[in-house]
């Protein structure tokens, strides 16, 4: 035997071990376990609505488990890691593809612990907040689940590269950061703020987006919801932080965001948080929007990077009647600059020069977030990709320009946008574009 490969056993027999102490917690039997009061659905859940229906949409299963355009759960959404693509899975009860022949302890251990059927998941699995959940809520999504359609089909099979294809390597990350922990009350705070701490962690998994990550892609848990780039987009500071966070917003404004998502004077949900509004959150109850408010309420600020937008005070619809044209600017005006003329033509038709959207509240653009982070991630990411959300049957649509744009029309009209809007001086450049187009 060569020493090379003895040394390659070696090591494979010491991961192999690690693996194996990693996995006493999750191989520990499925007894009963205690619930705690906040878990399951709320008192002013709607008759009509099966507990496991508004649980699997408060935890969102469908935004990762639906591939664009497909079957909502048959799976096959890819998503691009550093290190390669993987794929998520069928959850409608298909015997072969889906989960139809899975136990309830399977299951359990999939969402909870992070153990599918073919060994460890990868952390795109928000296992890591779901293993917050109680099991009888877990199980209630599971019935829901069974509900459905069997769709046959299973999703395109991975593609990473070597060592991070090896999915026992995820043994060795899970001991490192991940804990398997249950939700925990809080018998000092409300059960309203509990109610809202659950929704937050153990079903909306809010921090998976809004939470930084260290290089070992876990999430940072000092810095909790100060903010995260996802997809090229980026999920702000959602702390209680005067400048950089929501804590200068109102109980109103935050309610409504999250529930139809736009907040008066604020910001639209666009990109990622669009489809949080769309698929979960519009769904939750009054009473359980209203506990996220006071849970977000109580979160620990932290200063972040870039600053939440001023609100403004408007009437809107005395706004809309006195749209102004840009003072001392005519449309033919030669010394416009190019990111305004653009602005001029493609833009104020649904955004005004005032920024008060013109047919709806959801397009005003003073006051948003996007328009006052002088890095212009979100703002580009939002004219490349445009961005679309459905609430409550009404669609709002923002048209993406990245076919028709250069890099540097939009680097101009980012620029001109956020010095107009937010006051900024824009530092967008051709190349940050560039860099965010190939990035998706
Ligand atoms: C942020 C995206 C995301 C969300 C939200 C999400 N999943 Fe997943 N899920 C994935 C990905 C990606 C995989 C595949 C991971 C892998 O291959 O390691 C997966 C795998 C699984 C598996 C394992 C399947 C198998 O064959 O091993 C189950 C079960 C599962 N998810 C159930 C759920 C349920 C139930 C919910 C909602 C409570 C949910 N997921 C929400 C992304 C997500
Ligand atoms: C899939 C990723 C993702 C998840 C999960 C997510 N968010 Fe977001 N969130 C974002 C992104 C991206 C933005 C920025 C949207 C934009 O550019 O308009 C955002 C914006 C927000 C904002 C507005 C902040 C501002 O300054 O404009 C609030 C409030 C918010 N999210 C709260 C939540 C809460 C509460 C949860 C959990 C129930 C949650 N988010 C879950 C990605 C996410
Ligand atoms: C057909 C109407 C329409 C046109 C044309 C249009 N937009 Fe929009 N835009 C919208 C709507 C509606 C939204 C709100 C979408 C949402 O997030 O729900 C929006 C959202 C935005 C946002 C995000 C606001 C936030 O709070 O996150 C920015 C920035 C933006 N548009 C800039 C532009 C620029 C710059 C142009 C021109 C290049 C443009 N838009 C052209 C309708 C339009």
């Given at each position: 035997m060569k020493v090379r490969q003895l040394i390659g056993y070696a090591a494979l027999a010491v991961v192999a071990a690690a693996?194996?102490?990693?996995?006493?917690?999750?191989?520990?039997?499925?007894?009963?376990?205690?619930?705690?009061?906040?878990?399951?659905t709320p008192a002013d859940l709607p008759a009509a609505i099966a507990h496991g229906e508004y649980l699997a949409k408060a935890a969102d299963c469908v935004a990762c488990h639906t591939a664009q355009g497909g079957t909502?759960?048959?799976?096959?959404?890819?998503?691009?890691?550093?290190?390669?693509?993987?794929?998520?899975?069928?959850?409608?009860?298909?015997?072969?593809?889906?989960?139809?022949?899975?136990s309830d302890d399977a299951f359990v251990n999939a969402v909870r612990a992070g153990v599918g059927s073919h060994g460890r998941l990868y952390p795109a699995m928000p296992y890591t907040s779901y293993a917050q959940m109680s099991r009888d809520d877990v199980l209630a999504i599971?019935?829901?689940?069974?509900?459905?359609?069997?769709?046959?089909?299973?999703?395109?099979?991975?593609?990473?590269?070597?060592?991070?294809?090896?999915?026992w390597g995820m043994a060795v990350w899970n001991l490192a950061f991940f804990r398997e922990q249950r939700f925990m009350p809080d018998g000092s705070k409300s059960?309203?703020?509990?109610?809202?701490?659950?929704?937050?962690?153990?079903?909306?998994?809010?921090?998976?987006?809004?939470?930084?990550?260290?290089?070992?892609?876990?999430?940072?848990?000092?810095?909790?919801?100060?903010?995260?780039?996802?997809?090229?987009?980026?999920?702000?500071?959602?702390?209680?932080?005067?400048?950089?966070?929501?804590?200068?917003?109102?109980?109103?404004?935050?309610?409504?965001?999250?529930?139809?998502?736009h907040a008066p004077g604020r910001s639209s949900a666009s990109g990622p948080m669009a489809d949080v509004v769309e698929h979960?959150?519009?769904?939750?109850?009054?009473?359980?929007?209203?506990?996220?408010?006071?849970?977000?309420?109580?979160?620990?600020?932290?200063?972040?990077?870039?600053?939440a937008g001023a609100t403004i005070d408007l009437d809107p619809s005395a706004a809309r009647a006195s749209n102004a044209v840009l003072p001392g600017s005519t449309l033919a005006a030669s010394g416009m600059s190019r990111g305004e003329r653009l602005f001029a033509g493609d833009c104020a038709g649904c955004h005004q020069w005032n920024g008060v959207g013109r047919q709806t509240e959801y397009a005003t653009l003073v006051g948003s977030h996007a328009v006052n982070d002088p890095?212009?991630?979100?703002?580009?990411?939002?004219?490349?990709?445009?961005?679309?959300?459905?609430?409550?049957?009404?669609?709002?649509?923002m048209p993406g320009f990245g076919e028709a744009y250069s890099d540097s029309d939009i680097a101009a009209v980012a620029n001109f946008v956020l010095s107009h809007f937010g006051s900024k001086q824009g530092t967008v450049t051709a190349e940050q574009v560039s860099a965010q187009r190939s990035a998706n």
């Open positions: 693996a194996v102490w990693a996995g006493r917690a999750w191989l520990a039997p499925a007894g009963p376990e205690p619930r705690p009061p906040v878990a399951g909502p759960y048959a799976g096959g959404r890819a998503f691009r890691l550093p290190f390669g693509t993987i794929y998520s899975t069928n959850l409608t009860p298909d015997r072969d593809s889906g989960i139809g022949a899975w599971k019935r829901y689940l069974l509900t459905l359609r069997p769709i046959a089909g299973e999703p395109p099979a991975n593609a990473l590269s070597f060592p991070f294809d090896q999915r059960v309203e703020w509990n109610r809202g701490a659950y929704l937050a962690t153990a079903l909306g998994h809010c921090g998976e987006c809004h939470t930084p990550r260290n290089t070992g892609f876990a999430m940072k848990s000092r810095d909790y919801l100060s903010g995260a780039e996802i997809e090229g987009w980026k999920a702000y500071n959602t702390t209680a932080d005067q400048s950089y966070g929501i804590g200068s917003w109102t109980d109103e404004q935050v309610a409504r965001y999250l529930s139809l998502g979960s959150l519009q769904y939750l109850t009054p009473g359980d929007i209203n506990a996220l408010v006071v849970y977000l309420r109580s979160v620990a600020p932290v200063a972040g990077a870039s600053r890095s212009g991630a979100a703002l580009v990411q939002v004219l490349l990709h445009g961005t679309s959300l459905t609430v409550g049957g009404r669609t709002q649509q």
